[in-house]
């Protein structure tokens, strides 16, 4: 049996850690979440500012993608890099494709205004600095944000995260496309 892999993209706050929780337990499937590694490196080694932020981020990319590397399978979550966006911004993808020939990537299709309300609202480790910005100038930066591509690492399932929804269609969806093929 090969390694499964699904990979949730999609906006700040579109919902990916709460359907990765979600849908990791119907998948058997272990989540490895971005954050998670980045929130441990601000505990081991402080909160600064937005440029110390964005080191701890990139070193958190290393970490979060050798995770990934030397894990069974695994759901993985992570605001990714897409064209169009700054170079350090977003984790790098190049090395997604790799992993398996059974990854699926989960796209989490939510509003920027949806998002942007949803930020403002949420309770994350300080040094995200989620709190040094208004919900103006965070809806501003969602809306800058080029329209999320595919990160062409095979099959997309598009999930309409904006409102509660029903996972039953979504995994029945991906069960079917990270089954072992027959041979």
């Avoid at 272990?30 to 080694?45: A, G, H, N, Q, T």
């Avoid at 605001?79 to 190049?94: A, I």
Wanted: net charge negative.
């Amino acid at each position: 049996m090969s390694r499964r892999f699904v990979v949730l993209s999609g906006l700040p706050c579109s919902g990916k850690s709460t359907l990765a929780r979600r849908l990791a337990p119907a998948l058997q499937l272990p989540v490895i979440d971005k954050d998670c590694i980045l929130e441990e490196l601000y505990e081991s080694r402080g909160v600064g500012d937005a440029l110390w932020r964005r080191r701890l981020s990139r070193e958190s990319d290393v970490l979060f993608q050798a995770e990934a590397q030397t894990s069974a399978g695994a759901i993985l979550v992570s605001f990714w890099h897409v064209p169009g966006m700054s170079p350090d911004s977003g984790t790098p993808t190049g090395w997604l494709a790799a992993l398996s020939s059974r990854v699926v990537e989960v796209h989490c299709a939510c509003a920027p205004e949806i998002a942007a309300e949803r930020f403002v609202q949420r309770a994350r480790h300080p040094g995200h600095l989620d709190k040094s910005s208004s919900y103006e100038e965070i809806l501003r930066s969602l809306q800058a944000i080029p329209r999320c591509g595919a990160l062409e690492i095979g099959t997309r399932v598009d999930v309409d995260t904006s409102s509660e929804l029903n996972l039953d269609v979504a995994i029945e969806q991906l069960h079917f496309l990270l089954k072992d093929p027959i041979i």
